[in-house]
Nanobody
């Protein structure tokens, strides 16, 4: 069983920054790929960023490349999402997710590849 808890969401003005964290309870966290997804009101959940087990490979949605950075600290069992230059359309609930297939070299970008999800954290970007 894997428990994930996101934090760091909040209200920020357009152009501002937030850093999201996702703390995991899993003993074998260091073998998991981790992803961040976003769901805005009335829209489907969409991929934002992902990182493989070692942190050596990352992937991003085209819309966030150059502005968002995903990272992880395996000793702390935590994954982060640094979000800069935020836009109002990026308002939504941000979820972290774990792909518990061990040692996947390239992190998945589709939500069905992930086994466990956190409850989400709300990010609101005002214009």
């Amino acid at each position: 069983q894997v428990s994930l808890v996101e934090s760091g969401g909040g209200l920020v003005q357009a152009g501002g920054s937030l850093r999201l964290s996702c703390a995991a309870s899993a003993r074998t966290f260091a073998t998991y790929a981790m992803g961040w997804f976003r769901q805005s009101l009335g829209k489907d959940r969409e991929f934002v960023a992902a990182i493989n087990w070692s942190g050596g490979n990352t992937d991003y949605a085209d819309s966030v490349k150059g502005r968002f950075t995903i990272s992880r600290d395996n000793a702390k069992k935590t994954v982060y999402l640094q979000m800069n230059s935020l836009k109002p359309e990026e308002t939504g609930v941000y979820y972290c997710a774990a792909d518990t297939s061990p040692g996947v070299p390239f992190p998945p970008t589709t939500d069905y590849a992930y086994d466990y999800w956190g409850p989400g954290t709300q990010v609101t970007v005002s214009s």
